[in-house]
Nanobody
């Protein structure tokens, strides 16, 4: 019922930047919080960031705080993850996911997921 499509991944050198986009369709967009997660080879999927339906509240994991910023444009049904000062440790497949309310630190409650987009940061 809710579909998410991610884009914006790619290859970037350390210290560079990328902006990921998540297009969300279905139901009332502003009624969904959106989380960002990432998964590197051989590692568990980890929470990166989340933004409330209104965009008024954001949360970031300690590993990305100060470097990543999530925002949303509800008129366009779009959520963004601006990633600055990228590090090789940021290399992973990044996913956006939608939940009925903001949840942090866990994929629990995120019922809809995008397909993922690869982010590779070279040293």
């Amino acid at each position: 019922q809710v579909q998410l499509v991610e884009s914006g991944g790619g290859l970037v050198q350390a210290g560079g930047l990328l902006r990921l986009s998540c297009a969300v369709s279905g139901r009332t967009f502003s009624g969904y919080a959106v989380g960002w997660f990432r998964q590197a080879p051989g590692k568990e999927r980890e929470f990166v960031a989340a933004i409330s339906g209104s965009g008024g509240t954001t949360y970031y994991s300690d590993s990305v705080k100060g470097r990543f910023t999530s925002s949303r444009d509800n008129a366009k049904n779009m959520v963004y993850l601006q990633m600055n000062n990228l590090k090789p440790e940021d290399t992973a497949v990044y996913y956006c996911a939608a939940a009925r309310s903001l949840r942090v630190g866990t994929p629990v409650g995120y019922d809809y997921w995008g397909q993922g987009t690869q982010v590779t940061v070279s040293s």
